[in-house]
């Protein structure tokens, strides 16, 4: 088996397209004669201007608070529809000040709950401090937001609509093979320039990525912004098996979309794999790519074309690890983490071992996704 280090490396960081605005407000109606409402009915409009590729569940968590006391959970509402109405005490609106708490995960299998210390479920006046977010998935698609909001009971009544930007709370890796430009620093992906081969992913059968050090659960400071919870590296590990398609001549096309292979930047040959998405991390994530792919040398006595029986199949590690802790492997919300690998060779299954890859890292927020 090969095991290849990689001491050095490129991850590119660059913003996704946050999901849009959920916001409410409240029809005007001349007010007739008669007693003052006692109640305060506030419509709501979940009005999301990202694309999403499924239906969508929704959740508005409501807070309260009295003089300077802590903020305690009143109710909740939970919508599969962009719309919905909820009903306030007047009295406690011109008393209390509110706190709200948005959610946004795919309908159809929730992938974050929201609950409290101890992964109970959430009751009537449960504290603020002990609200968390967490993830009972191993991995989790980008389609997940949330978004905090204090307003006064004043406010709500003045304004008669809440307005907030929700935020994306997962971040994305991914991984770009290439071959690269020698002696060029940062990294020039260039073509192969082997007409025998197709891409560098060409003899590879399978791939199996295991991430370790991600996070399952969020909690919230002082200024109500996401704060990762503990991760144990032994225990906190999830892997990612793939199976790649062969043509008979064991290349490997792109895209492969089914499987989160395209190509990279119209480069000939060059491979993006999609990785998982993970809750940011305060600490460094470590991953390890496994290639298994059929050998050169047929073992079999055939003189004609060869059929997959007649190859052994091998194994080739990649180790992405941060040596320097310098915590470019770190998972941030909202963000796609670019892992750019370029080798001097046409193959992956081609690169000698030991060989050592440049660091490069670069921020680019201007490049998103809907």
């Known amino acids: 088996m090969k095991q290849i280090y990689i001491l050095r490396f490129i991850i590119l960081v660059w913003g996704w397209t946050s999901i849009g605005v959920f916001s409410a407000c409240s029809d005007e109606e001349k007010v007739g004669s008669g007693p003052e409402a006692t109640v305060f009915e506030l419509p709501v409009l979940f009005d999301t201007k990202a694309t999403v590729s499924s239906a969508m569940q929704y959740a508005m968590y409501i807070f309260e608070q009295e003089e300077n006391g802590p903020y305690l959970l009143k109710d909740s509402l939970i919508l599969t529809e962009p719309t919905g109405r909820y009903t306030f005490d007047k009295g406690d609106l011109l008393q209390k000040n509110y706190r709200f708490?948005?959610?946004?995960t795919p309908a159809a299998g929730a992938e974050i709950f929201t609950l409290q210390t101890g992964n109970h479920s959430l009751a009537e006046g449960t504290e603020w401090k002990d609200v968390l977010l967490t993830c009972k998935k191993t991995t989790v698609s980008e389609y997940n937001y949330c978004t905090v909001k204090d307003m006064s009971g004043q406010d709500l009544l003045t304004q008669g609509m809440i307005k907030c930007k929700m935020e994306r709370i997962v971040g994305k890796m991914v991984?770009?093979?290439?071959?690269?430009?020698?002696?060029?620093?940062?990294?020039?992906?260039?073509?192969?320039?082997?007409?025998?081969v197709l891409s560098v992913m060409d003899r590879i059968k399978s791939i199996e990525v295991v991430y370790t050090g991600f996070v399952s659960s969020l909690?919230?400071?002082?200024?109500?912004?996401?704060?990762?919870?503990?991760?144990?590296?032994?225990?906190?590990t999830v892997t990612q098996f793939i199976n790649v398609e062969n043509t008979p001549e064991f290349k490997v096309t792109v895209p492969q979309e089914e499987i989160g292979l395209v190509g990279v930047e119209n480069v000939k040959g060059a491979v993006r794999l999609t990785g998982g998405c993970f809750f940011p991390t305060s600490g460094n994530m470590a991953v390890r790519l496994t290639f298994t792919y059929y050998d050169t040398t047929p073992v079999c006595e055939k003189e004609e074309v060869h059929s997959e029986?007649?190859?052994?199949?091998?194994?080739?590690?990649?180790?992405?690890?941060d040596q320097n802790n310098t915590q470019v492997l770190r998972i941030v919300a909202d963000r796609m983490i670019r892992n750019k690998i370029g080798i001097h060779c046409n193959r992956i299954i081609d690169i000698p071992v030991n060989s050592g890859l440049n660091i490069d890292v670069e921020w680019n927020k201007d490049n998103g996704i809907n």
């Open 219 to 236: 909690t919230f400071n002082d200024a109500n912004e996401l704060i990762p919870g503990k991760s144990i590296a032994d225990d906190n």
């Open 309 to 321: 029986e007649c190859f052994k199949q091998k194994t080739l590690v990649l180790n992405l690890k």
């Open 175 to 196: 991984f770009d093979f290439f071959k690269a430009q020698d002696g060029v620093t940062p990294l020039q992906p260039v073509d192969i320039d082997s007409e025998e």
């Open 101 to 104: 708490l948005f959610t946004g």
